[in-house]
């Protein structure tokens, strides 16, 4: 049996994660603090090697792929985006609190979801469904490792 490895790596930050607000779909660049960050750790540990580097379409994800595996071109996917935060976008929890909605959707559960925005359930299928086709790929190319 043939075994397949691979690293999953969060981005680095944006201004709108030093400034603790939801920034699902908002398409922001890294920020100096997060390059700078993603600097520091490429000199102090070593990322792992991949065949290929998947990444999701927003700006935040490639460029922090383009910076860890600079001699890859990063495969975009759609369904690997971060969730859609629908009204809580661009917003702190502490802007958000006094909404019954904010309180619901924290609370979880597959059916809870941001004010017109995307269910757990459906962040939940669509990223998994994205993840297990990036895994027929693997097989059907023989690529054995990956980082997304």
């Known amino acids: ?16 994660n030093l400034e603790g607000r939801y920034i699902g779909h908002t398409d922001e660049s ?63 929890a502490d802007e958000l609190k006094k909404y019954e909605e904010f309180s619901d959707w924290l609370a979880g559960g597959e059916d809870a979801k941001p004010l017109n925005g995307e269910s757990n359930s459906e962040f939940a299928t669509r990223v998994c469904d994205c993840f297990i086709k990036t895994v027929d790929g693997l097989i059907k190319t023989g690529t054995q490792s990956a980082a997304i």
Do not use: W
């Open 1 to 16: 049996m043939k075994s397949y490895t691979i690293h999953l790596i969060r981005h680095a930050y944006t201004k709108g």
């Open 30 to 92: 890294l920020c100096k603090e997060g390059i700078d960050q993603l600097n520091t750790m490429l000199k102090d540990y070593d990322y792992p090697k991949a065949d290929v580097v998947f990444s999701s379409t927003l700006k935040r994800c490639i460029e922090t792929a383009k910076i860890i595996y600079p001699d890859k071109n990063p495969i975009e996917m759609r369904g690997f985006d971060e969730c859609d935060f629908g009204e809580f976008e661009g917003h702190t």
